[in-house]
C-alpha cells in the first residue's frame, strides 16, 4: 500500500519514541491513555517534540466522559488549540456535540478558526454522534482533514462494514482514520474490507513498574487495576503493522 498512514496513540516521551522507531508516521498525543485519552501537558508535547522528527497531533478533550461541553470546558479547549498551534503542534484532535448527539457547529467553526494551518481530525465523538453520515457531511462542510472512528462500535473491527461505507462516502474529500482495536492480527482483512489507507493503535504492552517496594493495599485511582503496571507503546507491534500496510 502507497501513501499509508500509521498513527501511534500514545501518552509519554518513551512511547512515542517507540512508535517512530517502528515506523508510525504520525502521532497522536495525549494523555490519561487508559481512560481514552485527555489533553497532555505542554511539557510532555514539548519533550516528545525533542525526540521525535514525525508528525505531532494534539489530542484536545478536558475530561473523561461525554463530548458536550460547558462553556468553561469549551474556553479551555479552545485556550488549548491556541496554544498548541503556538508551540509547533501540527495538528489537533477536537470534537464537540450538541445533546441531542449532532455536531456543534458554532463551536466547531470557532475551534477550526482558532485552529489556523493545523490540520484537524474529528475524534471519535464522531462514533457516539446520532447520525454518521450526516456527521460526515458536516465534518467535509467544515472543511476537517481527517475523521478517527471506530465505525460506531466498541472495535474497529465490528465496526467494518461502516467504515467501509464511510470511506466510500468521503470519496478522497476527508481522510477516515480507523482506529481502536487495530492491531497485526486483523489489518490485513480490515483493509481489504474498508479499503481505507490511514490506520490507528497504541500497539501498547504492560510494563512493570520499576518500584521494588509495592503497598499492594491501596489504590491512587480505579480499584481494579494495579498501580504497578504501566502501558507503553510496543515498537515491535507498530512494526508488524508497518509492514503488513507495506505489503497490501
Known sequence: MKDYILEGCVDSVESAMAAQAGGANRLELCANLIIGGTTPDINLFLAVREKVSIKINVLIRPR??????????????RKDVEMFRKHGADGVVIGVLKADGSLDLPRMKELME?????????????????????????????????????????????????????????????????????????LAEL??????????????????????????????????????????????????????????
Open 114 to 186: 482558532t485552529a489556523g494551518d493545523m490540520s484537524v481530525t474529528l475524534h471519535r465523538a464522531f462514533d457516539v454522534s446520532r447520525d454518521p453520515f450526516q456527521t460526515l457531511q458536516d465534518a467535509k462542510d467544515l472543511h476537517i482533514n481527517t475523521i478517527l472512528t471506530s465505525g460506531q462500535k466498541n472495535s474497529c473491527y465490528e465496526g467494518r462494514r461502516l467504515l467501509a461505507q464511510l470511506v466510500e462516502k468521503a470519496d478522497g474529500e476527508i481522510d477516515i482514520l480507523v482506529g481502536s482495536g487495530v492491531n497485526s492480527a486483523q
Open 191 to 248: 483493509a481489504a474490507v474498508t479499503r481505507a489507507k490511514s490506520f490507528h493503535l497504541s500497539g501498547k504492552v504492560n510494563v512493570e513498574s520499576a518500584m521494588t517496594y509495592r503497598k499492594e493495599d491501596v489504590s491512587m485511582g480505579l480499584p481494579l487495576m494495579s498501580e504497578f503496571i504501566i502501558y507503553r507503546t510496543d515498537a515491535g507491534e507498530i512494526a508488524k503493522v508497518r509492514d503488513i500496510l507495506r505489503s497490501l
Open 64 to 77: 473523561f466522559g461525554d463530548f458536550c461541553y460547558t462553556d468553561d470546558e469549551f474556553s479551555i479547549i
